[in-house]
């Protein structure tokens, strides 16, 4: 169950859902496997888990996968891509 903002660093709590962003994040264990697998072992099962960014956040933030870790990341800064091009 989604608590509150997925941002460590934001402590707005989970209420309405058509505030910010729903994130949905899947977990492969087929590409970080914890270990050798044994023949027949049946195929590890996907982890799917949801993640929610308040609206402020959602406006400047994303969710990316980091191995097996959910971080945030900055959204693509459009203001200050004409500046970075000079
Ligand atoms: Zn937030």
């Known amino acids: 169950m989604i608590a509150k903002c997925a941002n460590p660093a934001c402590a707005v709590q989970f209420q309405y859902l058509r505030e910010g962003k729903l994130f949905r994040m899947e977990f492969d264990p087929e590409r970080n496997p914890p270990g050798p697998q044994l023949a ?9 888990e949801h ?12 969710l990316v996968m980091n191995g097996d870790k959910v971080e945030t990341a900055l959204l693509e800064p459009v203001a200050f891509k004409t500046a970075a091009a000079s």
């Open 40 to 48: 027949g072992t049946p195929k590890p099962v996907r982890k799917v």
């Open 51 to 62: 993640f929610w960014l308040c609206g402020a956040c959602s406006t400047t933030l994303t």
